[in-house]
């Protein structure tokens, strides 16, 4: 079976600082790790995603996540945010099956 | 390049009625498709996913069902809605192959509000 945790539920930042999204999970196999956002009403866009190859991986928006094997992690960083990245988070990961976090909430403060 | 598209985008229907939620996919062939709920300020509920036409797996037990008519369609029905029914509904669909690490695309999503 897998899981996936995102310890934080809301992550409140201020405009233009770096922020870090925590998402780890457990697997008893290899596993291929993403991160979506949901924008207020809206359906969920894939943001980034690991499935071989380097570990760290960007998205055209600034994002980028490292798979750490060893710590089962798989973090979203970004050094300055806008108020645009306001939005639901979801980490997921899929071997046996597409399993997603429970989300992070980020609200960018002005 | 593939779409997704569901509809309608937003519902509001009494207790007791029926429903039906639409979804089709274009752009690719044979796609795994699924129905996700999200309730009000909480996480994805998986309710159905299907691998091929009049194959369902329902994940939850409930007054729900779901069916695939065609290849790229999938539709989410109920005979009678419960107040609990409300929530938004996301659907959504995957290629097959291990090449696309199971990618999950999604709708744009339908809001139903049970009154």
């Known amino acids: 079976a897998q899981s996936v945790t995102q310890l934080d539920s809301q992550v409140p930042v201020f405009e233009e600082a770096p922020v870090e999204l925590r998402c780890n999970y457990s697997s008893s196999v290899s596993v291929y790790l993403f991160w979506y956002v949901q924008y207020p009403n809206q359906g969920l866009q894939l943001l980034l995603k690991?499935?071989?190859?380097?570990?760290l991986v960007e998205s055209i928006n600034g994002f980028e996540a490292e798979f750490n094997k060893s710590q089962t992690s798989f973090h979203l960083r970004k050094p300055s945010v806008h108020i645009s990245d306001t939005a639901e988070y979801f980490c997921a990961v899929t071997g046996q099956n597409f399993v997603f976090g429970p989300g992070t909430r980020l609200s960018v403060l002005p | 390049s593939q779409t997704i598209h569901q509809w309608p985008a937003t519902l509001v229907q009494p207790v007791g009625s029926p429903l039906s939620l639409e979804c089709t996919v274009e752009g690719t062939s044979n796609p795994n498709l699924y129905w996700y709920r999200q309730a009000a300020g909480r996480g994805l509920q998986l309710l159905f996913y299907?691998?091929?036409?009049?194959?369902i797996s329902s994940e939850v037990p409930q007054n729900l069902s779901a069916s695939r008519p065609q290849d790229r369609q999938f539709i989410l029905s109920s005979k009678k809605l419960l107040l609990s029914d409300s929530g938004f509904y996301l659907c959504a669909w995957s290629p097959t192959g291990a090449s696309s690490g199971n990618t999950i695309y999604f709708g744009e999503g339908s809001w139903l509000t049970v009154v």
């Open positions: 299907s691998v091929g036409i009049g194959q």
């Open positions: 690991y499935l071989s190859g380097s570990t």
